[in-house]
């Protein structure tokens, strides 16, 4: 399983940015795609996941600014995110979760806020 993320840049704070995640390979059984992230000397965070049903869950930190939604036919995720603050500057890894608990990361992906 590859899976491709785009999108990160340089933003200003209170700007918005769009990440995609796009899985290929042996794709069969996923359970769930989503999105962590990892701050300068911080541990690794989730931000949001989507699962096959639709369900989704959000960080404290990003609900009501962050959007999680996926293609299924395309077998992409994408994490809209608006209203981004300093704090959010980090690399954001794009996960895919199977069925049989296997896990997949891409390589991430850099966010910088600031002004």
């Known amino acids: 399983v590859q899976l491709q993320a785009s999108g990160g840049g340089l933003v200003q704070p209170g700007g918005s940015l769009r990440l995609s995640c796009a899985a290929s390979?042996?794709?069969?059984?996923?359970?769930?795609m989503g999105w962590y992230r990892r701050s300068p000397g911080q541990q690794r965070e989730l931000v949001a996941l989507?699962?096959?049903?639709?369900?989704?869950n959000y960080a404290d930190s990003v609900k009501g600014r962050f959007t999680i939604s996926r293609d299924s036919a395309k077998n992409t995720v994408y994490l809209q995110m608006n209203s981004l603050k300093p704090e959010d500057t980090a690399v954001y890894y794009c996960?895919?979760?199977?069925?049989?608990?296997?896990?997949?990361w891409g390589k991430g992906t850099l966010v910088t806020v600031s002004s």
């Open positions: 996960k895919l979760e199977r069925e049989d608990g296997i896990g997949f």
């Open positions: 390979g042996s794709i069969f059984g996923i359970n769930a």
């Open positions: 989507i699962n096959t049903g639709g369900t989704t």
